[in-house]
């Protein structure tokens, strides 16, 4: 049974920084791509990033380039999202999803967590 487990969500005020984490178990991890999407209440899901399986390859939907950081530890089955220089807008429920394995589309993903929410107070 696959398995994403989010942490790392909280208050923090505009300007602070947050690293969320999602474990992965019950799945092959090393190959398989990973992302961070995001919902605020009655918005469709956002997508935020994505990474590749060795982590070569990342994506980011422009409103976070340059503040948020996608990386993994393949060893840990983990998946981190650095958020900096944080904003209001981006308060919302943070979910981690992730591909099935050997398929790195950014486009496909089967599994998800259950969410974390952050909350940005401005």
């Known amino acids: 049974q696959v398995q994403l487990v989010e942490s790392g969500g909280g208050l923090v005020q505009a300007g602070g920084s947050l690293t969320l984490s999602c474990t992965v178990s019950g799945h092959t991890f090393s190959n398989t791509a990973m992302g961070w999407f995001r919902q605020t209440p009655g918005k469709p899901r956002e997508f935020v990033a994505a990474?590749?399986?060795?982590?070569?390859?990342?994506r980011y939907v422009d409103s976070v380039k340059g503040r948020f950081t996608i990386s993994r530890d393949n060893a840990k089955n983990t998946v981190y999202l650095q958020m900096n220089s944080l904003k209001a807008e981006d308060t919302a429920v943070y979910y981690c999803?992730?591909?099935?394995?050997?398929?790195?589309?950014?486009?496909?993903?089967?599994?998800w967590g259950q969410g974390t929410q952050v909350t940005v107070s401005s």
């Open positions: 999803a992730a591909e099935p394995p050997e398929v790195q589309t950014f486009h496909q993903y089967d599994y």
């Open positions: 990474i590749g399986w060795s982590g070569g390859i990342t």
